[in-house]
């Protein structure tokens, strides 16, 4: 399935480049020992990455808007808010991203999926809507199939041309994701994207896989949308995250 996402973060974001480097080259985001209240922001850039805050992101029915104070701190964790949908305007939602593009990698992130119906929670390697892998989670369709959804989690590669299949594989929860933290993981090479969770191997993709440099994304977001995101969320959701590992320039059998 195809979620559209617009990326209009300002140019500055791109400053740099990262690409080819050896496995060593790695960032290791640990929220365990952050508390309510503290400098989001502040915290992230210590690790080149920062909060997203832009507006009218397109998705249908309704757009979207990420919104930098819907990403706090809970204590030991980075919490991603989406607000109870007000009936009127655009969805509240949250986005992180890194500051720095780079080539191939290995993206690691524990997080624990929001109880509230109506939600995609993203992880991405990105570029745009043509260079893209994400791992999905619909938090409406999770465990229970909808008409239009089976249940599970999505893994993909976006089409490199417009109009065109994206490669894309839905992956049944072997548990319940809102009860606990677990890691989910993408290492992307230029042959191949490999999916896990918790360590094991759920899937890999060869078709479509992004050949240029991108960023690491993490974003909670809803539209409505009853072949997606479903929703609009009737109550605050929050997805919570503990731990961010990146592997820049990887090499599988070094990691």
Same mark, same amino acid.
């Given at each position: 399935?195809?979620?559209?996402r617009h990326?209009l973060?300002s140019?500055?974001?791109f400053?740099?480049v990262?690409?080819? &480097?050896s496995?060593?080259d790695?960032t *290791?985001?640990d929220?365990?020992?952050?508390?309510s209240?503290?400098?989001?922001a502040?915290f992230?850039?210590?690790f080149n990455m920062?909060v997203?805050?832009?507006?009218n992101? +397109?998705?249908?029915?309704?757009?979207?808007? !990420?919104?930098?104070?819907?990403v706090a701190f809970?204590?030991?964790?980075?919490e991603m808010?989406?607000q109870?949908?007000?009936?009127?305007?655009n969805?509240q939602s949250?986005?992180?991203?890194?500051?720095d593009?780079?080539?191939?990698?290995?993206?690691r992130?524990?997080?624990k999926?929001s109880k509230?119906?109506?939600?995609?929670e993203?992880?991405f390697f990105f570029k745009?809507d043509?260079q893209?892998?994400d791992i999905?989670?619909?938090?409406?369709t999770?465990?229970?199939?909808?008409a239009d959804l089976?249940a599970?989690?999505w *893994?993909?590669? &976006?089409?490199?041309v417009?109009?065109?299949?994206s490669t894309?594989?839905?992956i049944a929860f072997?548990?319940?994701?809102?009860?606990d !933290?677990?890691?989910y993981r993408?290492?992307?090479t230029?042959d191949? *994207?490999?999916?896990?969770?918790d360590?094991?191997q759920?899937n890999?993709l060869?078709?479509n896989?992004?050949n240029? +440099?991108?960023? !690491?994304?993490f974003?909670?977001?809803?539209?409505?949308?009853?072949q997606?995101?479903?929703g609009?969320?009737?109550?605050?959701?929050?997805? &919570?995250i503990?731990?961010?590992?990146?592997?820049?320039?990887?090499?599988p059998?070094?990691c």
């Amino acid at each position: 399935m195809i979620s559209p996402r617009h990326l209009l973060l300002s140019s500055a974001l791109f400053s740099a480049v990262a690409y080819g &480097q050896s496995c060593s080259d790695s960032t *290791t985001v640990d929220f365990s020992g952050v508390s309510s209240g503290q400098d989001v922001a502040e915290f992230l850039s210590q690790f080149n990455m920062g909060v997203s805050n832009y507006n009218n992101v +397109p998705s249908t029915p309704i757009l979207h808007d !990420f919104v930098n104070s819907n990403v706090a701190f809970g204590d030991g964790v980075l919490e991603m808010k989406v607000q109870a949908y007000s009936g009127s305007g655009n969805v509240q939602s949250s986005e992180i991203v890194s500051n720095d593009e780079f080539l191939y990698g290995s993206l690691r992130v524990t997080m624990k999926s929001s109880k509230t119906k109506g939600i995609c929670e993203g992880i991405f390697f990105f570029k745009s809507d043509l260079q893209e892998t994400d791992i999905e989670l619909l938090t409406t369709t999770s465990l229970e199939a909808s008409a239009d959804l089976p249940a599970g989690f999505w *893994t993909t590669n &976006q089409a490199h041309v417009a109009d065109e299949d994206s490669t894309s594989e839905n992956i049944a929860f072997a548990f319940d994701p809102t009860e606990d !933290f677990h890691e989910y993981r993408i290492d992307w090479t230029a042959d191949a *994207t490999t999916f896990f969770v918790d360590g094991s191997q759920v899937n890999e993709l060869t078709d479509n896989v992004p050949n240029v +440099p991108g960023l !690491f994304i993490f974003n909670a977001w809803s539209s409505g949308d009853p072949q997606w995101s479903a929703g609009p969320p009737t109550e605050d959701s929050i997805s &919570q995250i503990s731990k961010i590992v990146l592997y820049k320039g990887f090499v599988p059998q070094d990691c």
